[in-house]
């Protein structure tokens, strides 16, 4: 299955990623098939191409939550906003 999501890269603590399809099997960091766009967490500058965003999903590839709630914050597209993480359940102590 292809999935649509952030690839990291730069140096340490100078984050900065692409957005790239990829096979969900294949590494993060591992050989992409697309790049589609960029994202600068820093200066906050998201830039991707939607057309070519939209032809992989009608190929069937899934976009990844992170990907989906950028373009949605940054306003490229108007889709609802996916749940990217589920925050842990603490454990009740025993009385």
């Known amino acids: ?6 690839q990291r890269i730069g140096k340490k603590k100078q984050a900065h990623f692409r957005v790239a399809v ?4 294949k ?5 992409y098939l697309e790049l ?11 830039k991707a191409d939607r057309e070519r965003i939209e032809y992989w999903m009608s190929k069937g590839a899934q976009i990844s939550p992170t990907v989906n709630n950028l373009m949605v914050n940054h ?3 108007d889709r609802p906003k996916m749940e990217s993480w589920k925050p ?7 009385k």
């Open 27 to 31: 590494k993060p960091q591992g050989q």
């Open 1 to 6: 299955m292809l999935k649509i999501r952030l």
């Open 22 to 25: 990829m096979e969900h099997t």
């Open 88 to 94: 842990k359940k603490k454990k009740e102590e025993a």
């Open 75 to 77: 306003k490229v597209w």
């Open 36 to 46: 589609l766009g960029t994202y600068d967490p820093h200066a906050k500058a998201f």
